[in-house]
């Protein structure tokens, strides 16, 4: 079975710019959520979503978005790029709620370096 | 408010036990967990406790839960270099999202 598949692994974008990442979730995973991972901040929820719908959201800025298709495979978008936006951005899937077992299966990330 | 702390560090020598600690404030939490991050890796799910269980062995893992003191700790046995890692303990306050500590690195030197 395929683990949860994040594109691009490592990308440099320059202040100003945007970027999208996209997330493939575990066959059959109906949950998607993203987190952010710094040395600074550590790792702090995004959003979360399930069936298209965003459920949870975190404490970011408007310039954070995201979407999560048909099939689950899920999209986050960074408008407006910082320095600050310099991260790990991690996605996890689950089968549907996080909190009926806490498994949530994480990719590798996608690194993106802001310039 | 959400906040959950952890040392920064922990050196152990190999076959030696480690205990990682984490204290989190959310006393509704219903689940906590510990996440093991290896280098370039994203993170793996070790074990996680149910709130109202004060203890739960897994194998080297054992998790001890005071929920009193709202005091999170993980015991691993018999310590081996292939657990170098950066451990995380995570408690969920919403149902989909977990909130994650500052990470623990452990370092086992032989």
């Known amino acids: 079975k395929a683990g949860v598949t994040q594109t691009p692994r490592y990308l440099i974008k320059t202040r100003g710019q945007q970027v999208t990442l996209s997330c493939s979730p575990i066959?059959?995973?109906?949950?998607v959520s993203w987190y952010q991972q710094t040395p600074g901040q550590g790792l702090q929820f995004l959003f979360e979503y399930f069936s298209e719908t965003q459920r949870n959201k975190g404490n970011f800025p408007g310039r954070f978005s995201g979407r999560q298709f048909s099939n689950s495979r899920s999209e986050m978008n960074v408008s407006t790029l910082e320095l600050g936006d310099s991260a790990l951005y991690l996605c996890a899937s689950s089968w549907e709620r996080t909190s009926n077992t806490g498994e949530l299966f994480f990719g590798e990330g996608s690194r993106l370096t802001v310039l | 408010g959400e906040d959950v702390e952890q040392s920064l560090f922990l050196s152990v020598r190999e076959g030696d036990s480690s205990v990682i600690n984490c204290t989190y404030t959310?006393?509704?939490?219903?689940?906590l967990y510990w996440y093991k991050q290896e280098p370039g890796a994203g993170l793996q799910l070790l074990t996680y406790i149910f709130s109202n269980m004060d203890m739960k062995q897994d194998q080297r893992l054992t998790v001890l839960l005071n929920k009193k003191d709202k005091h999170l700790s993980l015991r691993i046995a018999d310590t081996q270099t292939g657990d170098s890692a950066i451990y995380f303990c995570?408690?969920?306050?919403?149902?989909?999202?977990?909130?994650f500590g500052t990470g623990t690195r452990l370092q086992v030197f032989p």
């Open positions: 066959s059959g995973h109906r949950s």
């Open positions: 995570a408690e969920s306050v919403d149902t989909d999202k977990l909130i």
């Open positions: 959310d006393s509704s939490s219903t689940y």
